[in-house]
Each structure stands twice: as C-alpha cells, then as structure tokens.
C-alpha cells in the first residue's frame, strides 16, 4: 500500500477512536525497517515532565494525553508540541559568517553577534570532522573540552553526552567532566562521611515516613515543584505521598515544617510552621542546636558511640575549646536570624518526636556547600535516629521522586562510551582526564593554573575548542560576563542544539537536533521507583532538517573511517532492541517476566510490580541492626562526623569535621560591597531549567514579558518598586532586568529569581552588556565551592535591584537569530 492511500485507509478505520492517529511517515523510516509495525492508535512518548500519548494531526504532533500510571501529571506536558514547532527550533545546519569564510582563524569577537549561515548537512558534518581531526592532531586531546554538562531529552539511545563523548573517545579523546551542577559539593564529602553520595540513593520508603514520623521537615526544599520532572520519566506518585501528609497534618498527626529564606510552594501547601533563615547560614543554626542538645546532654550519646568516629574533635570545636568560640543558640542567632529560643525549642522537638529532615540541593549550592550535608548527617547523629523508620534525614526526597518504593525490575542499559573493536586506533590510547562540572570556564580562562579537588591536584590544558550536545551552558554557568570572556578565546565551539539557546547563538557550527517525539528511543519510567520501561515511538518526522545525535555522530565517525566502531553496524531499532533484549535477560535471572522486544514495542509499556518489602524499606536499617555485619562504605565502617582523610587533605576551607564558614558574599558580609540583598535562584515550576521557555507556557509566570523577581515588601518601598515594575537587578558582575513581583513570601533582604530565564543580552555578543530578559547568571560568582569539591555556589551571591526607567528593549531571544543563505 503507498503511504498517501495507507493514511487514508488508517484515518478511516480509526474514525471516533478517542486515541489519535499519528502519521505513518514513521513505517517508512529507515531505522524501522528492523522493528516491528506498530498499532497507530498506540503512540507513547515521554519527557522529563512523564510520558505521554502523542496526538498528531496531518503529520504534525498537535496534544498530548496523560498517560494511564500518571495520577499527577504536570501541565508541563501541555508546552511540548510548541516546543516541538517553537520559532526557536534550529531547523538547518548553519555555521557562523566569519567562521565559514576563515575557520579556526576567525574574529571570535564577533561570536554571538554575527549572522549565520545555512549550509548542507554534507558540508557542515566535513567541516566538523575535519576541524576535530586538526585540533586533535595540532593540538593534542587534551585541547578539546567535551565535558558537555547538562540536560537533554530523555532515551537510553539519544543520550548526547555518551554519543558525543563515545565519537570523540574514537577520535583520540577529549577532557570530559566530573560530577555535576546539581549535587556538586554534597556528591563529593558524602562518601567521605557516609560511604555513598547519599543524595542519588533510595531513600526510606514515603510509606515508613507517612507511618511512623511526627515531624517531617523540609528544609531548603520545594518538592512540591522540584518532584515535577526527573533524570528518567517521571510518574509523580509522590504527589500522591504529599496528599496523604497533607492530611495527616490536617489531622495534626504529623508536624510538617519548613526550613527557608523563601515561603516555597511547599511551605505554601502544607502551612506548617515555618523558620525563616537567612540565606547560606543553615550550619550556623544546626551548630546551634547541636549545642543545645550537647548541653543538656539530650543528644543520644549511645548512637554517637555505637555508630560514629570522630565526635571529639567535632565537639571540642562545638564548645569553642579550638576557636574560643561555643556553638551556642545566641551564637548562631547572631548568624542565621533565628532566634536562640526557636533554635532550642526546634532541636528539642526534633530529639523528643520521631524527626525526619529532608535536605533539599540549594544549601550545597553555595560557598562551602560541602558543610550543609555534612553538619546534617553529624545532628542527626545526635538526634539518634538514623536507621529508624521515619527518622533521620533524607537527601533526595525533592528529586524524581525520591522515597517512592522500588519495583522489581531489571536493570535497562543504554548507549556507552565503550569502543568494541579489534583494530587499532585513536581511541586504544584514549586516557580519561576530568576536571570538575562547574570549573570548565575557569579552565578555559586560565590554561596552567593549578587547582586541588578531593585531595588531588588538577593542572588546567590549554582549550581550544569546545564540543556541547546536551546542556545549556550560556544558562547554566555562574558568572555569565566571566565565562563570555573566556569563550571568546576558543579558536572553535561546535553545538549540536534542538533550539537557537544562548549557547546556539554563540556557536560556530550548530547542528540541529531532534526531540523525543521526532524519534525511537526507550527509557525507564521512575528513578527510585523503576515502575515501567517505555517506548518512545516516533511520532512525526523531524523538523526542518534536524537529525538524530545518534546519526549526526555516526556521520560524523564515517568520515574518519570509523562509522563501524561508532555504530557496531547497528541501526538505531537494533540498539533499542539489545539495550531491551540484556533487560529480558536479566530478568530471566531475577524471575521477572517481560515480554518480548516486538511485543513491548507494540504494546508501548511494561510494567513491574512493587514488592511490599519495598514500602518498607528503611535507609541505613541494616546498619543500624548490625554496624559490623552491615558497615558504611567509610574507611572506619561507621558515619565519620571527624573524617581523617579530608583533615589528611590540609585545606583552609574544608576541615576535618563540619564547621561553619563564612560564604564570600551573605548578608553578615563584612567586605565592602555596593549590593545590599542575597540573591536565591532555585528551579523554576514551569520549566526544566531553560527548556520550554521558548513556549506559550512562559505566559503562565512571566511578569510584564519577564523572568520574575520576587521582593519583599519593605525592599520594594525602600526601592519604589511595585508589583509588575520592570526592574534592573545589578552588581559588580553583571545586570539583568525582571519583572518585580512584590510579595512577603520572601524574607526581608532576600531576593528571588529562577534560573533558567533565557539570555537575551542588549548588544549581541557584548561582554558586559545587560540582560534584557532575565538570566540570573548575570549575578552569580564564579568560585569553587571549597577546595574539596569545586562545586558551583549559584546561591551565594549579594545584588542589589532598582526601579528601570530606561527604554525598555524588546525581548529578541524568541526569534530566530540573523540567517542567511550561502
Ligand atoms: N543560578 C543558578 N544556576 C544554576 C542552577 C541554580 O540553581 N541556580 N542550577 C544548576 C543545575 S542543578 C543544573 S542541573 C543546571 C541545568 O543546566 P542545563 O541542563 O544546561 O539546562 P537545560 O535548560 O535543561 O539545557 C538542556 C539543553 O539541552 C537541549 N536538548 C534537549 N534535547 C536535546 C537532544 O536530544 N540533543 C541535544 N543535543 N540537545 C538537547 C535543550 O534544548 C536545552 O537547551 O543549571 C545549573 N545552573
Ligand atoms: N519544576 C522543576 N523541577 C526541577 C528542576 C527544574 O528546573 N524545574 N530542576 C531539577 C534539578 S536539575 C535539580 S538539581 C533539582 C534542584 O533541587 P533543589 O536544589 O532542592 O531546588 P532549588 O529550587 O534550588 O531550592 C529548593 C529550596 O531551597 C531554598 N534555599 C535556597 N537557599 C537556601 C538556604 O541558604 N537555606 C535554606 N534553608 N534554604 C535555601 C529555596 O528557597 C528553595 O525553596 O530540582 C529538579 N527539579
Ligand atoms: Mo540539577
């Protein structure tokens, strides 16, 4: 049947069925010639946001309807057929004007502002290899910065990062990443202190806690809108969790409280009470109420002993026998802005009642981030509670839905950096060499400067190209004007994007991508929980002339000569079907039956069952039954409040054992600075970060065409600032307008903006110049962490905001940037 008579034949036979008809441009595909046909009416896709049910219309993906297991679907869902046809999508290769007339030997000024060019995909794929090729050649692998931090789309084939990392392992290597901006300082002291990174790990079951805590506390976390989306697909059953603590708190079973500069949504939900903190002095309050319980001696010296080393050399630090200076409530009240009395009355509460803290990411992305977690872990110790049902604290309950039980399931691998081939090549000499996620700008700024991460030593290469497919870089960094400075010295930037970003816009070669829907791929759906694995079944055909990151790398490996070892002579339905087919063989072993890979793919799903073991899971349990039997992965065994290797590494700002320190920049600060308010940036509720800003679903939030700033009332007065003024926040690094949104739901001296807000500078390319949008990264410092980790401190920075009387510039970022044909 040809395919124009075939859509006929499918419209009608379909007619009044409530699922809708995609196009079948799909059986035709190539990479479908190996799979199975699929059943029209039956077309799953998913996203960051949860799966979903594409509806499509004369080949256009037109809705989306919820999928069966997802009881709480985020509207979020709604923006992704405009953001499949944005005016923002990429549809064409294009390399920059001056780059297409001189290379590598261009005027990298012009980044940013000159027009681009629309080439072939035949000549923007050679001139990508061959540029590779010369950097590698001229230069040596250590030159090209291939870290490529970020998010992307969701699949276990598309992922870009591995695709791009793998093409570039080929190609003799590259000088990736480590860690990541989300969890960068806790990831790195939390194996030091409890033998795991603690915050991607399971946590105990929302089942335990609904049962048995009295106190449920969240603090610096908003799970209300960071449980929205996850690394996998999410399906949001910890809504279904809040809803049940919601009604224990009605019912005045359990205390939900927050910890916070900002009343979040969650706070807002549960109205419980709330502490107000002053913005990165949370060590400072917990020290507070350590000492309170050490004085009075409530805290439970039998855990400390039994399930700790170290407690000495913290606690002559708590009393002031190092520094002179004891830890009391009136010390930290003077630091955190909560009363010493609050302080005791928090700390004895939690002692008292079955407690569980619930530590969001926020307070670790800051300046010594590394002590947030660290003098958690070291309290809770004293609480005595760790192990106990309920008790505790737990690191990612905010996150893709953390503490949601698992079911039994099989593993589901995907595309890896693995090269098999018995040839020789680039790529037998290959030498991994990381630097950490958040210091890639300061590396490429200062070629030779030596930096110390985790006990070790890192001298910085000299960069001269970067390659990103997958993260948005120009919205992610701290410190934009900083990083624009050092972008600029690159001799090459080479994007593979869906959408004409910040970071698209200063490329010299961008590659257009695909999104879920334009292609197959399978993904897992529930991080912690594991429930389903999921087709994504192409929906409709790329846009423009956007390629797979799959495809763009294998055409990209061909020209080398090495197309076999990139692809393994595997279409990409081939790849889903091993990834697929090493899941069915373990879940032979495992005794979970699954069906077959034609039959997964016609159905769309599969799902697992959830053991009742699983809802009982209690962290750390095992550990507490039996320290020996079951010891933490720490060099003793045991929760290292005093850690001998991190005292062993000798650094200035990050001892021994949990302390506080002051941030570079808070509201104490006594170095002289013009700025007079800290500036929070947490996780948008409308967004992932940058992505579906460039939707009808920015309307939702946006004030007078602006990313949001949330003032306190009395700020504003001082200012004259009113709600829905266009504002112009500044300091010594950068500017940015918002839309002032004037509201007590911020504490007095704290300002709040999302990160995320797309980069739309005044003067293209200008280091220097303002935001006309609102890219909170205008303001935010440029600073490792401390020494240990090196993670970014977006949270720790002072701005100050007025009143914009200028002319006020249009928003441009939402249009296609100055194209031309060749
Ligand atoms: N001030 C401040 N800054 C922060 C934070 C903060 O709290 N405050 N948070 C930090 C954190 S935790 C994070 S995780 C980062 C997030 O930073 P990023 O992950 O870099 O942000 P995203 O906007 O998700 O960028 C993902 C990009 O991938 C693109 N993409 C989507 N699908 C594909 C695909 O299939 N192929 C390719 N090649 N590209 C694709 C999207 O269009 C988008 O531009 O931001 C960090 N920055
Ligand atoms: N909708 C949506 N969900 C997301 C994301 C998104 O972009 N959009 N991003 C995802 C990603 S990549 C990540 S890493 C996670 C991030 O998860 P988190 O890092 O936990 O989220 P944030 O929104 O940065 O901050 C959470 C809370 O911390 C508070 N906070 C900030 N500074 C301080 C402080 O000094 N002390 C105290 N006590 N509280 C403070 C903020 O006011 C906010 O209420 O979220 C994930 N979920
Ligand atoms: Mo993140």
Redesign the pocket.
């Known amino acids: 049947m040809k395919n124009s008579a075939r859509r006929e034949f499918l419209k009608t036979s379909l007619l009044g069925s409530a699922a809708v008809v995609s196009s079948v441009n799909t059986l035709n595909a190539v990479d479908m010639a190996s799979g199975p046909i699929l059943d029209e009416s039956q077309k799953y896709s998913a996203s960051h946001f949860g799966a979903f049910k594409a509806h499509t219309k004369g080949g256009q993906f037109t809705g989306v309807s919820d999928f069966v297991d997802d009881k709480f679907a985020t509207p979020m869902i709604q923006a992704l057929p405009s953001r499949t046809y944005s005016p923002t999508r990429v549809k064409y290769p294009y390399v920059r004007e001056g780059y297409l007339k001189n290379g590598h030997k261009s005027d990298t000024s012009k980044r940013g502002s000159e027009k681009f060019i629309r080439v072939s995909w035949d000549e923007a794929l050679e001139l990508v290899a061959k540029e590779v090729m010369r950097v590698q050649n001229t230069y040596g692998y250590k030159s090209i910065y291939a870290g490529s931090?970020?998010?992307?789309?969701v699949g276990k084939l598309?992922n870009?990062q591995r695709l791009m990392n793998r093409m570039m392992k080929i190609a003799g290597g590259y000088v990736g990443r480590t860690g990541?901006?989300?969890t960068g300082a806790a990831q790195v002291i939390m194996p030091h202190v409890l033998g795991t990174n603690e915050v991607y790990e399971q946590q105990t079951s929302w089942d335990m806690v609904l049962k048995h805590a009295k106190n449920v506390v969240f603090w610096g976390a908003d799970p209300m809108i960071t449980n929205q989306i996850a690394w996998e697909i999410p399906a949001h059953e910890a809504y279904g969790y809040m809803n049940e603590l919601k009604k224990l708190s009605e019912a005045k079973k359990i205390n939900v409280m927050s910890v916070d500069p900002v009343a979040n949504d969650t706070q807002r939900y549960f109205e419980g009470e709330h502490i107000r903190i002053r913005p990165n002095t949370d060590v400072a309050m917990m020290l507070g109420m350590a000492h309170h319980l050490y004085a009075t001696k409530m805290y439970d010296q039998e855990f400390i002993k039994k399930y700790t080393v170290g407690f000495k050399q913290f606690e002559q630090y708590l009393v002031g026998e190092t520094d002179k200076t004891p830890k009391t409530p009136e010390w930290a009240e003077k630091i955190c802005g909560v009363s010493a009395n609050t302080i005791r009355k928090f700390a004895e509460k939690l002692m008292k009642e079955r407690s569980i803290l619930m530590a969001g990411w926020?307070t670790q992305?800051a300046d010594h981030g590394e002590q947030f977690h660290w003098m958690m872990v070291t309290l809770c110790a004293m609480i005595g509670q760790i192990g106990l049902p309920g008790g505790g604290f737990g690191f990612s309950y905010h996150y893709a839905g953390g503490g949601t039980p698992t079911a039994d399931a099989p593993g589901l691998t995907g595309i890896s950096t693995n090269i098999v081939s018995d040839k020789e090549g680039p790529w037998t000499k290959y030498k991994p060499f990381n630097i950490p996620a958040a210091k890639a700008f300061d590396m490429i700024a200062n070629p030779g400067k030596k930096i110390q991460f985790n006990g070790k030593e890192i001298v910085y290469p000299d960069i001269k190209m970067i390659y990103w497919?997958?993260?948005?870089?120009m919205?992610?960094h701290?410190d934009r004007n900083a990083m624009l400075k050092a972008w600029k010295k690159l001799e090459t930037v080479i994007v593979?994007?869906?959408?004409w970003?910040s970071t698209a816009r200063m490329a010299d070669i961008i590659l257009p991508?695909?999104?879920e829907i334009e292609r197959n791929d399978i993904e897992r759906v529930g991080d912690y929980s594991s429930t389903h694995f999921l087709a994504l079944q192409k929906a409709v055909e790329p846009v423009g002339e956007s390629k797979d990151?799959f495809e763009i790398c294998r055409e990209i490996c061909k020209r080398w000569g090495y197309e076999k070892e990139f692809a393994e002579n595997k279409t990409p339905m081939q790849w889903l079907e091993q990834f697929y087919s090493d899941a069915l063989a373990q879940g032979v072993e495992k005794n979970i039956s699954i069906p077959k890979f034609n039959e997964f793919w016609k159905i769309g799903y599969v799902k697992f069952e959830t053991p009742q073991s699983a809802k009982e899971y209690v962290r750390h349990a095992d550990f507490r039954e039996n320290p020996m039997l079951n010891p933490l992965g720490t060099p003793s065994g045991k929760i290292e409040i005093f850690s001998k290797i991190v005292d062993g590494f000798k650094y200035e700002d990050c001892k021994g054992h949990p302390m506080w320190f002051e941030p570079v920049e808070w509201l104490g600060s006594r170095k002289a600075t013009k700025s007079s308010l800290h500036l929070l940036?947490?996780?948008p509720k409308y967004r992932?970060?940058?992505?579906l800003s460039n939707t009808w679903i920015r309307d939702l939030y946006e004030v007078n065409g602006r990313e949001p700033i949330w003032i306190h009332p009395e700020d504003a007065k001082k200012r004259g600032i009113k709600n829905g003024d266009i504002v112009r926040v500044f300091n010594e690094r950068g500017s940015t307008l918002a839309g002032a949104i004037v509201t007590n739901a911020t504490s007095k001296g704290v300002l709040r903006m999302c990160?995320?807000g797309w980069y739309d500078p005044l003067e293209a390319g200008k280091i220097g110049t303002m935001c006309k949008h609102g890219d909170?990264?205008q303001l935010?410092i440029d600073k490792g962490s401390s020494s240990l980790a090196q993670a970014n401190i977006?949270n720790t920075a002072l701005a100050e905001i007025e009143k914009y009387t200028g002319v006020i510039p249009k928003i441009t970022v939402f249009e296609e940037p100055k194209t031309a044909r060749k």
């Open positions: 931090y970020g998010w992307f789309c598309n870009p990541d901006y989300s926020a992305r497919a997958g993260g948005n870089p919205h992610h701290q593979h994007e869906p959408h970003t991508t695909t999104t990151d940036s947490p996780h992932l970060h940058s992505q990160e995320g909170v990264n935010t977006a």
